[in-house]
């Protein structure tokens, strides 16, 4: 089925620093989306995209809709530790109005 | 966003016994919700469709008779675990999209089958 290549899969990173991570597909996406997920919760939409080449920020996160429309990136500035989680790239596979194919997930480990 | 509520959170339950998972959504109306199962560490693995008013659409090698779902109105659907065994012990997660495509997703079920 249809796949997203979500990297990198984890990351260690000193809090203050940047983050990035991005999402790949083989097929055009209409919509990106990107989740956070905590540890024994549920995945909590941070930013939804609807065309390409669209920017759009919630606070410290940054999301892009690549030009092409199949692939799409996150950035969260000046992390901080609540910034630690699972975070995945979502979208809904062309002609499908049902579900949702996910990204693999990003690991992120914010150290003091 | 639009709220998903998920519940129980966390269930424990002996062998052989069922267990039911419901999944609401409190402010919008949901003709279609989902239901996925996540392993530690994994991404979210989609079981089954739920569609309501009709049959659940279950993804390929999900017993549907193991896990039953119901759509009973617009704004609910319940996953029952039938016969839990061990291995059915896992996290259960529900979601419901919006008009926009955007998916809201519940707090997720911790199962538990000992």
């Known amino acids: 089925g249809q796949q997203l290549n979500q990297s990198p899969q984890s990351m260690f990173i000193q809090e203050g620093e940047d983050v990035s991570m991005n999402c790949t597909s083989s097929s055009i996406f209409n919509t990106w989306l990107w989740y956070k997920q905590d540890p024994g919760e549920g995945p909590v939409l941070l930013i939804a995209?609807?065309?390409?080449?669209e920017l759009t920020s919630n606070g410290r996160l940054t999301a892009q809709f690549g030009i092409t429309r199949k692939d799409s990136f996150l950035n969260i500035s000046a992390s901080i530790p609540s910034d630690v989680g699972i975070y995945f790239c979502a979208g809904p596979p062309p002609g499908s109005a049902r579900q949702l194919t996910f990204g693999s997930g990003t690991q992120l480990t914010v150290l003091p | 966003g639009a709220v998903v509520s998920q519940h129980p959170s966390r269930v424990i339950c002996k062998s052989g016994t069922s267990v039911k998972i419901e999944c609401r959504s409190l402010?919008?109306?949901?003709?279609?919700m989902f239901w996925y199962r996540q392993f530690p560490k994994k991404s979210l693995m989609l079981m089954a469709t739920s569609n309501e008013g009709s049959k659940a659409t279950y993804e390929q090698g999900v017993e549907k008779d193991k896990f039953l779902i119901n759509h009973a109105s617009l704004t609910l659907s319940t996953l029952t675990v039938t016969s839990a065994h061990p291995e059915d012990s896992s996290f259960y997660i529900c979601s419901a999209r919006t008009r926009l495509q955007e998916a809201f997703f519940g707090q997720g079920t911790r199962l538990t089958v000992v």
């Open positions: 995209l609807y065309k390409a080449g």
């Open positions: 402010d919008f109306q949901a003709t279609t």
